[in-house]
């Protein structure tokens, strides 16, 4: 169950819903975020939300049994709606793009693919500066100083940066430089990382796990959501699967499923979803018709000398034709009757 | 390798070419189809195909070094349209709808949902009369005196039959009364009902197996065609996954690759590939948008009394609704640089 | 649930019970077997067993609850344990092993094989003739004549036959030379296939589908059952995930999971459930460890020139080394309490 | 490429040695652990290893193609045994029993696990302090005060523990308080946690990810290795595939494989591997029997109160009965020739 707190409660109305809620054999947490106080009552007794409901100091109550709470569509119905100021926005009423390199490599590079995405009015730049890879001998990264100049050169273009962190020391360090922090696929039950990630006040794109469930994806957004920020985004980028034609298997169902469970934007990310060049187009665009509220795929000016994920990276040309095409998409799906 | 021979080559020349290609450490297979005639090679050689090529009664002569060779596109480039008559066609230059009952269930079901089809201009009906059951116990299909009743109620209304075919005896009995023979997910890899769909007339549309690989998909279809029938048809319907969140994970990555890999018509069958009727729909305009050539559902007039598969079976209100949304989004298809 | 009638029941009496049950919104299905007359209801109704229970004509009633019936072990507590004549059992109190071929290739090559079966005490063989292959222009066995061949020799040294029938057809073709009937793990839902098998009174080991679940498997085995065929065996032969490193991954976990849940018995195929020779040995201990009821492998003199699957069979100093490992450790589980 | 070099190798000489690798296009990693220095050179230029190995201040030098280097056994072919005082091995030459439970509770529940295990001469104890959850509501251990009482009460009775670390801020916090270092299933690839257990000088059990391959599993222990550490254990605890009649599909075919292709110890842990109590047992004696060099399980006074995972906790008369059964099963594999 939740209970939505009046903002002006007293100690004494707090603690005598608490004692109440504890009564009905429930566990109680009291999540406080940037927006909003909670109470998240968890247990398996049946009890009289109407009854309860009318104890002063409780703004709303809802009766949610899936695992996850605060993330659930049944107690919030309102889409999430993230404003990342200067216009760009994340959620329904708009779709959202984002492109760039796996990685980003130099201050030569930024500058080329930012000029693409301005020529393109697309606003989120993606790029990774801390990478996370199978092998310890492989390209890490450009670190903090790759983050600092990504920033620099982003602000003065009016882009905002979605990036990855890869662990707890890095939040704070990564902050004022990023705009959307990235939970990557092997990180996404990184309980830790995700209970630090609840501390920031912006937003965080939770990718799903290699091999994670729909529900498993839910409840990481239910930690950061928990540990006091709202600001939510999830990402379907492609599951582990036997077939072998494809690097993943883009889950496209976990689209509408999604937005059915969860008041959280949803985004696609066909690169990694499938993993092969020429396929990202179709599967861009086929995402967007699933429902996703954004895209966001790997493009680079030479993908051929990309310091990793060439093979799934668009070079411009494709990148410009892409945009237009998921425009065009979009603006059709907002036109039919679902 | 692939040589396609003359129509009017003589037995000398045949024998000739035989023996050049067994010289080669190719392993020949003579494949004859309603349509042409020719010797499929299989080896590991190297082989000069210009020089071979030039022997008399050689039409055309391709290198295909994957397990499928007649069913590649490395070989026939041109996509193969399916013709089955009365302006019904399956393939590149137009979207397919094929719509009906998981079952085939009664005189009175039929008539309805033929009416439904008729109004919303769709020729193409699914219906089971033969349904492959896990349990014994469960309702087994009309057989042979549904399909004939099919049968007959379809032509009065100018509408075409897709019907799952079971066994090798079937083949036969059922040959009058179908237009295109399903072979459905789990006998993908039934070789004999395979080789015997070789030796008929009508298009075959073949079913990705439950966790079958896209190569094994071709090899399936490769059976079809080597027996003699080029009519075929692949149907992705979503294969078997950790998630349980749906009934399948339909993998829409496989209709990029299909398209590339193969010149045969692909369609999506998003009822099977989610499960869920809420969500056919995204699916569905999700298939069309990256690349399928037709979708394949299920209808019926109350989906909570059907036979089977109600919980993934659309009402004709929205059936109607996806029908008129699929011909948009395959309109903006058209129109879109890919 | 199951009821088993009495032998000298009549019509009166059985029809009086099947009014009774369907009474009680049960669907009911008549089992005749070999060995008992059975009803068995469907449905998801409760009914008070008790009453039913003193219907006169009616010799046992049991509620099972799953989906499959008479092969569950709720049902018939007492493994069941198959005769297979000259002293060949295949069941609980002994470990039955079956080595042999991929593919019968020729007398030579029985000939060696029998030998090293006979000098090793073990007796029965498995040797493909009807082969399914992914590939129309693989080798697909010798078919009739390589089976009356296999039979010929095998009753001269008093071998059992175990091989793979893949279609209705071949079943009364294959009857007379056969000792077990094996299905494929394609064809493990090839639901005509199963229902032909229940017709015969031979033994048919069913292997579990390349991606089946425990329960299909058994929901198979139910098809043979009810169809009027009590002599099956379960067979574990890997299931296909995502890991590369072998050819299938061997599931262990449903030997005890099996065990407990059916009276039949379980063997184990390491060959295919790993799918390298090294590895064959430890696997097929485990295999026994776990509490399989008999183990399946692939034997050849030389196995790097096998006619297929070659790169997972043993020769005979390694098969022979296998033998006598699995019966000493079949023999330390004996003595274990587990 | 990895290169052992002289203890007393000078600057200048190793130096003169990483020049001669990188001419060869290889990148050269230098990775010093507590028992010796190398260089790792990972590329894929082909170069004469006898010419390069006669540079002086190279102790060994070997060609290792695998993503993976330092924990391949083609460099080094002596299985690594792990002592950690107090007679207590783990590796090749004894069978490594831990038990205990899912979460350390209280001083009495350790009391009773602590005195079950010396009763039955088992020196190494698991236990969680730092739990991962995927809801943020559930129960998390009792963290660093739980920890050092575990220790305190471990220290006294001459037992070992085995516990698991969550981030790299508690690698430092409770290096004094742990013997063996655990990694869990959802931290494989948590890469800056395998960084900073390369620092530790305490042994590191590393499980397989939850869909983690093998491949990935030792690319995990190579993180560890390079940064420092030679002390490894890997860990096969199941994997996530379509079955659902299990917890996990516990992959054995790891074990073999695994053996073959590192020197580091492998253990197996059935708890999690099957997930059902029952089945604990067989598992067990199926993982000694495919090779494992422990066996890491769960248990319990009263699993049906456990503060988690009771449905696959023993309790101590079953763990007896299996610490029992694993010996004698280990005894026997000691004596069969593979």
Redesign the interface.
């Known amino acids: 169950m939740i209970i939505q707190l009046e903002k002006n409660i007293s100690a004494e109305q707090k603690a005598d819903i608490i004692a109440h809620v504890q009564e009905a054999k429930f ?1 109680v ?1 009291e999540v406080d975020t940037q927006r909003a106080n909670y109470l ?1 009552g ?1 247990g398996k007794a049946d009890v009289d939300l109407r009854t309860l409901g009318q104890l002063p100091g409780i703004l709303d109550i809802h009766r949610v049994s899936d ?3 605060l993330v659930s569509r049944k107690w919030r119905v309102r889409p999430t709606v993230l404003d990342l100021g200067d216009g760009v926005r994340i959620g329904e009423g708009s779709l959202s793009i984002s492109a760039g390199p796996c990685s980003i490599e130099s201050e030569a590079q930024m500058e080329k693919i930012m000029q693409h995405l301005v020529d393109n009015d697309v606003r989120l730049m993606r790029g990774g500066v801390f990478k ?6 492989s390209f890490r990264g450009l670190g903090m100083d790759g983050l600092k100049l990504f920033h620099q050169m982003a602000r003065a273009r009016g882009i905002k940066i979605v990036t990855e962190v ?4 890095q939040v704070e360090e990564m902050h004022d430089y990023v705009d959307v922090f990235q939970v990557g696929a ?2 996404t ?7 630090a990630l609840g501390g920031v006040d912006k937003p965080v794109m939770i990718k799903r ?3 994670g ?4 994806l839910l ?2 957004a ?2 950061v959501f ?2 006091g920020n709202e600001k939510l985004i999830l990402c379907e980028r492609g ?8 690097r993943n ?9 999604l937005k ?1 469970k969860t008041h959280l934007p949803v985004v696609v990310d066909p690169s990694h ?2 993993g ?1 060049r ?2 990202v ?3 861009a ?7 996703a509220d954004g895209i966001i795929y790997e493009a680079h000016e030479k993908p051929e000398e990309a310091a990793s994920d060439g093979q799934q990276t668009l070079n411009f040309t494709e990148s410009a ?1 892409l945009i237009h ?1 998921l425009r ?2 979009y603006a ?1 799906r907002q ?4």
Request: overall charge negative; aromatic content about 8%.
């Open positions: 566990k947490t998240v968890t695992e996850y709470k996370p890879r199978s092998s310890p001998y890869m662990q707890v020391s092997r990180n039950q990184n309980f830790n990382l995700l209970d796990g290699i091999s469930t729909i529900e498993e409840s990481s239910e930690y928990s540990g599951i582990r699967t036997f077939e072998t034609a494809s298997t883009l889950d496209l169902n976990a689209v509408p499923i059915e979803g499938i092969i020429e396929y187009m179709p599967m665009l086929a995402g967007v018709m699933a429902g034709r095409n065009k998409v059709l036109e039919l009757e679902y």
